[in-house]
């Protein structure tokens, strides 16, 4: 009888283990994976070489338009998301870098919103008369996706008769989340009881 009630106290404890296991791996599912640029335009305070700020993002129809999801772009938990999706983009002052976090972009496919908030520290990589190149760090968003920390980059040039302004956005895959140490010590207690179990069924010589 205490074999038997061994063996159905061993099986339960594994149980619990494979279930806790199992609990562990969909809390580290989720993250999001992927790459996403949009293309448009945009108006700056001033000349490129000494701008502060975006006064107006628009798409590439102009002023009035929303900047779109750049063709062949997306990749990862962005695949889906289908060319020329229309985009928003909040004007920010990068120069000096904003002091709080700050929406970057949002737009929204069917039922699902896709948005990225940007870090406070702006990174000017390069600025003149040609080009301004920024970028920074952020957190990127899914709906049905965990929030997943991220890079960003935006290449505004001079070209044409009014600056051409492409953004790219990537999301880095983060690392599984560390069990809580209660849980461990919950599972790892269940050893020392199987070995008492076993050692009192053990018959006597």
Known sequence: MKT???????????????????????????YINGDISFVGGATL??????????????????????????????????????????????????NPSPGSSFPLWTFTVGVITYSFQADPGITIDLQNSKFLDLSGTGTASITGFLDTTGEWSIVDTGLGSSPVFTFGASAELAGP??????????????????GAFAYRAKPKA
């Open 4 to 30: 038997n009630f061994l063996k159905q106290l061993a099986c339960g404890t594994v149980a619990m283990m494979i279930a806790a296991g199992f609990t562990f791996g969909a809390k580290a599912q989720g």
């Open 45 to 94: 305070s001033g000349p490129l070489a000494s701008a502060t700020a975006f006064t107006a993002i628009f798409g590439p129809g102009g002023t009035g338009t929303l900047p779109q999801v750049q063709g062949w772009s997306q990749t990862g938990d962005y695949a889906s998301v289908p060319t020329g999706t229309l985009t928003t983009f909040p004007v920010f002052t990068f």
């Open 177 to 194: 989340p560390v069990p809580e140490p209660s849980v461990f010590a919950l599972l790892v207690s269940f050893v020392p009881i199987i």
